[in-house]
């Protein structure tokens, strides 16, 4: 290489070096976003104390419960939501068996789940 391109290359590096670090600086010094980011490109903004809000912000929660050793009778899950949950998902299960809505009416602070394996860990998106 002759000196005329590893001048460039120089000056090229460090303009993008000083880019990089005056992006980072300021998408760290802006305010904290308390709302669900519209998109995942715009979640790689989001500081830590931003991920924590968003968290806890966001509708739904996780929640891992074992089922008591009887099977098909009700299981009355604290879901902290504050509101009446739409639905759950079972992400995770222990053994072969169904998680089902109860019937009774789920509550600001309560859902009404049932399994047909007794004494099964179980964990919940309730959303």
């Known amino acids: ?9 120089i000056i ?16 760290t010094a802006k305010k904290p976003q308390v709302s669900q980011p519209e998109s ?37 899950i604290t879901h902290y939501l504050s509101r ?10 222990d053994q072969a068996a169904h998680v089902y809505d109860f019937g009774t009416a789920w509550t600001n602070e309560l859902i009404y789940l049932s399994c047909d394996v007794g004494t099964t860990t179980v964990k919940l998106i309730i959303f």
């Open 12 to 27: 090229a590096t460090i303009f993008t070096v000083v880019v990089i670090f005056m992006t980072y600086v300021g998408v």
């Open 84 to 93: 009446i949950p739409q639905g759950f998902f079972v992400i995770d299960i």
């Open 40 to 76: 995942v490109s715009e979640a790689k903004y989001i500081t830590p104390i931003d991920v924590r809000t968003w968290r806890y912000l966001r509708r739904d929660r996780i929640i891992t419960h074992t089922t008591s050793g009887t099977a098909d009778t009700p299981e009355t």
């Open 1 to 9: 290489m002759n000196t005329d391109k590893v001048s460039i290359w």
